[in-house]
């Protein structure tokens, strides 16, 4: 499970104060699994700037990995601007969540568990699917009846997961296929 490609939350140039050794360092999420990661920059990098994780040019190395209550103030400010900008660019997957995902028990949806969608919309998501499958947000939006973002409402579970809130895991620390949604 590694990560590609990052998109920069902070740039501290002068890493943090009282580090013992003077570094520049990088707050960065992950593009396919949401990982929280440190990096030492070997060059400038600019905020919400997207890096290959093996540019060598702009990374030295990944430091560690981070929870959310690591992040800068800055970064922690940044992150669901970032995390709706990776639900933008993945739309096709996050789609496929909702044209693929099934029952987590006989009680509850994996659907029940993105904010904001109750039973009520998870009847008309599963009866709205089966006629024909959601091919955007703004499709699924228009025929469910949503007034507020899709990428809002995902943004809302991943940050969720990411602060170790919650007890499933559907976006974060696994990218997984549209086939493992049905598990």
């Known amino acids: 499970m590694k ?26 999420i992950g593009f396919n699994y949401f990982t929280l990661l440190e990096l030492v920059a070997n060059k400038e990098v600019k905020i919400n700037e997207e890096i290959k994780i093996n540019d060598s040019e702009k990374i ?15 970064a922690k400010n940044n992150l669901k601007e970032v995390i709706k900008k990776i639900i933008k660019m993945r739309e096709e ?24 969608i109750g039973k009520k919309h998870v009847r008309l998501i599963l009866s709205e699917r ?33 602060k170790e809130k919650e007890k499933y895991y559907l976006f974060v620390g696994h990218f997984p296929t549209p086939a493992s949604f049905k598990r």
């Open 60 to 74: 030295k190395y990944i430091r560690r990995k981070l929870s959310e209550k690591d992040l800068t103030n800055f």
């Open 93 to 116: 997957y996050f789609i496929k969540f909702f044209n693929e995902s099934t029952r987590l028990s006989i009680r509850m949806h994996k659907l029940e568990l993105i904010p904001n």
């Open 130 to 162: 089966k006629k024909k499958p959601f091919t955007s947000f703004e499709d699924l939006k228009k025929r469910i009846g949503l007034t507020v973002e899709i990428e809002e409402l995902i943004a809302r579970r991943i940050i969720g997961e990411l």
């Open 3 to 28: 990560e590609e490609k990052i998109i920069v939350l902070d740039y501290l140039p002068n890493g943090y104060s009282g580090m013992k050794k003077i570094e520049p360092i990088i707050q960065a």
